[in-house]
């Protein structure tokens, strides 16, 4: 008795041509013949889909049935035929992190309820991104074939992409926000633990040049800041904007005299910029903590370095 398990998820539009299909195929496992020339009601529309649809035996050799066309547009003119040929495309043209996904599906071993999401090779030798339902099919217990609907989503993981470095980047300063900032406070507080450092640094005198010279300006200055912190703090350090004026730079791996000493460094970069800038000068107040361990006390650090950075500023002011 052959039992099919139907996923969950699908549009109605997507379910109903699903539904077609497994019954073309139903009357072709039964009578062995080419029955899809006497269903061209069926094939108008698998053929005319945007999504490509599939029907792939498993057992007991990997063979492909049936490939929708529109899997050329993505794969190429005759990649159909190749894959009729050698089912195994499939396994050589998947991105070599989802070779994991693509082996489990094929042994039964994903939860079909869920869409299967893959990266496969096109034509061009690019990765792109394609969501797949798919429902199993078994015969006295075994799986013996796969088939189901493949849809493209390169443009909704672009968008994702862009929307998760949205969250996390200041729209100023295309630096790290203070929410990605506060998430690596709790990541190093909570859950790993390794030699950290705290840098704040403090802009001086922005609201004077606001006032004098526009906030287009000072807008301008808090951007010269940001690319300045960015491009000398590189390796194993996050750099983030925390507020209007205020930037945080979270260090690790690093001893304390190699942090007293970017500190001592920072200062001279930020001289040279002074001396070759015409338009803005970057001012700085400076201070920083140091703990060999994170775990547990990264608010403490927080607190210690915003102490050292307003006693730098008063100091600065004394002057």
Known sequence: MMNIQFAQGFGLGALTVLLSVIYVFRRW????????????????????TKDFLYYCQVYPELQFKY???SAECFFGEGSNADAYQDAGVAFRDIHPEDMDILQKKVHGQ?????AIV?????KDGNYRWFEEYATPIYENGVLVALQGVVRNIDERKKL?????????????TDIYNREFF??????????????????????????????????????????ETAHLLERFFTEDAYVSRIGGDEFAVI????????????AEKLAEEISRYNESSQEVKINLSIGFAFSENSRGVMERLFVEADNHMYQHKRTKKGA
């Not at 260090?251 to 970017?262: G, M, N, R, T």
Request: include cysteine.
């Open 118 to 122: 893959q990266r496969w090779k096109d």
């Open 110 to 114: 994903v939860d079909f309820n869920q």
């Open 29 to 48: 496992k039964k009578k062995e013949t080419d029955s899809f020339k006497n269903h061209e009601s069926y094939m108008h529309v698998i053929e005319n």
């Open 160 to 172: 994702e992409e862009t929307l998760t470095y949205r969250i996390a980047h200041d729209a100023l």
């Open 251 to 262: 260090l690790l791996k690093k001893e304390k005299e190699q942090v007293e000493l970017l």
């Open 67 to 69: 490939l929708g066309p």
């Open 182 to 223: 506060e998430q690596m406070m709790e990541k190093y507080n909570e859950r790993e633990d390794t030699a950290a450092a705290i840098i704040l640094c403090d802009l001086d005198g922005l609201k004077c040049l606001n006032d004098n010279h526009g906030h287009k300006t000072g807008d301008f200055l808090i951007k």
